[in-house]
């Protein structure tokens, strides 16, 4: 076979594996949306005879032992629960059947509302969150921080993007006591910090060095690309509360990256504070008459979350 046709071969031969991946992706999708369907409708059923008590499942999941041990007592009630939260329109309009069994029922059992528990269904969908990381993501308590809208000088900047918060359980207090430890510990956790950061972050460097035109040098602490909206990120991370200067700082690596790295396939540069603390009124007044897409994100560690939730959420229902 010449090089001509190996080339086609080795085309085709790609081809075709991309065909049956793709395939059996798709089946494996209309396999588990017909499942749940199923467990929806046997769920309907079963909560028609409640009044029959517990025996009723129990000689239903005896006589449907053949079919596997999918029908045990225990699955057959998370069957019931699942029908009594849903209704069918609320299963037509939200990607209910479009994400795993088991992570189904973990959202359903964790959930302390609705709201929560369809917010949880949607991010599972989008982000294809496996069953472990729905679990951490009600850990770092992710749905009352979405609640919280972040501090942007652009409204398209989405918690997507920007969060109020950002919770780092893989650090501890006693190793941080300066930004180097913080920035240090950020690195080393790499995989965690970019899944706290959300999907689409890409890491370009740590103390990125921007050299201008005129030859000075700059120092970025954290430089990110962000493959979903195609555009840099510069985070810079303050140990604790933010200053006038910091967003001035901020600003002007904005300003060079765009003038220095951005190409004409990317979008504006973003720029993110991190932070321990921030004053609400230096962080608005400071962010006047600046158009740069900015946002600011307080950092906590898993044991101070609680208390700043409640605050937080304190300070909201006061307005």
């Not at 989008?126 to 990381?133: A, D, E, L, P």
């Not at 921007?210 to 909206?229: A, E, V």
Request: proline share 3%; hydrophobic share 40%; aromatic share 12%.
């Amino acid at each position: 076979m010449n090089q001509e046709l190996e080339k086609l071969y080795f085309e085709d031969l790609d081809r075709i594996k991309r065909s049956i991946f793709e395939n059996r992706a798709k089946a494996m999708f209309v396999a588990n949306s017909a499942m749940i369907s199923s467990y929806y409708q046997i769920g309907m059923i079963i909560n028609l005879r409640k009044s029959w008590g517990n025996k009723y499942i129990e000689r239903l999941s005896k006589d449907l032992q053949q079919y596997g041990k999918g029908y045990s007592i225990g699955h057959l009630k998370k069957m019931s629960l699942f029908a009594t939260v849903f209704s069918e329109n609320e299963i037509r309009e939200q990607p209910v059947t479009q994400i795993p069994w088991g992570s189904l029922i973990s959202i359903i059992s964790k959930s302390s509302s609705k709201e929560e528990m369809i917010w949880y269904i949607n991010q599972t969908f989008k982000n294809r969150w496996s069953r472990s990381m729905i679990v951490k993501q009600f850990e770092l308590q992710a749905y009352q921080r979405n609640l919280i809208t972040p501090i942007v000088t652009d409204e398209n900047l989405t918690s997507e993007i920007v969060k109020d918060t950002m919770v780092f359980n893989f650090i501890s207090r006693k190793e941080v006591n300066s930004e180097k430890d913080l920035k240090t510990r950020l690195l080393d956790n790499i995989i965690l910090f970019l899944q706290e950061l959300g999907p689409g972050f890409a890491l370009v460097g740590k103390e990125y060095r921007l050299i201008t035109p005129t030859n000075k040098s700059f120092y970025i602490d954290l430089l990110m690309y962000h493959t979903k909206i195609h555009a840099y990120v510069v985070i810079e991370v303050k140990l604790d509360e933010i200053m006038p200067a910091d967003i001035g700082q901020l600003n002007f690596y904005i300003n060079a990256i765009n003038k220095i790295e951005k190409t004409e396939f990317d979008n504006d540069t973003i720029g993110i504070l991190l932070c321990k603390n921030a004053d609400k009124f230096v962080i608005q007044t400071s962010l006047e008459n600046i158009d740069n897409p900015i946002g600011i994100s307080k950092y906590k560690l898993l044991e101070d979350l609680p208390n700043y939730l409640t605050k937080r959420f304190k300070e909201m229902n006061e307005f």
